[in-house]
């Protein structure tokens, strides 16, 4: 059985995985918390150049709505990749999934809720 802290770096890696290999690059910085029955995970620096660009060049309102509106389908299409990800790490199938991004930060925000609290083994103490 995987410590807490062994289940969030592991949803850390496989979602840094999905996102090189799905959206075509990965975060510069990533961590995972597990809360009970929910998992948020916090990836930054996800925008492409082309989508930092889309951002800055299009007018603020068109640009941001435009990348949050392409982003969202994106992971709607692959979520069944994403709770199967998931569930592999936990234990446990996801029931929803919270998605939402900044254009200004290029931060990325996704929670999912779980059908239940992961178990989950005490870290040795040291």
Do not use: N, W
């Amino acid at each position: 059985m995987k410590t807490q802290g062994e289940i969030e770096a592991a949803v850390c890696k496989g979602m840094s995985h999905f996102e090189q290999e799905y959206m075509g690059r990965g975060p510069k910085d990533i961590r995972a918390h597990l809360i009970g029955d929910l998992l948020v995970v916090r990836l930054q620096g996800v925008l492409t150049a082309a989508e930092q660009h889309l951002v800055t060049t299009l007018p603020a309102e068109k640009g941001r709505d435009l990348l949050k509106q392409v982003r969202s389908q994106l992971i709607e299409v692959a979520r069944p990749k994403l709770d199967a990800v998931v569930e592999d790490i936990t234990g446990t199938k996801p029931v929803s999934l919270h998605h939402d991004i900044s254009t200004l930060t290029g931060e990325e925000i996704v929670v999912f809720t779980l059908a239940e609290a992961p178990c989950y083994r005490e870290a040795k103490k040291k």
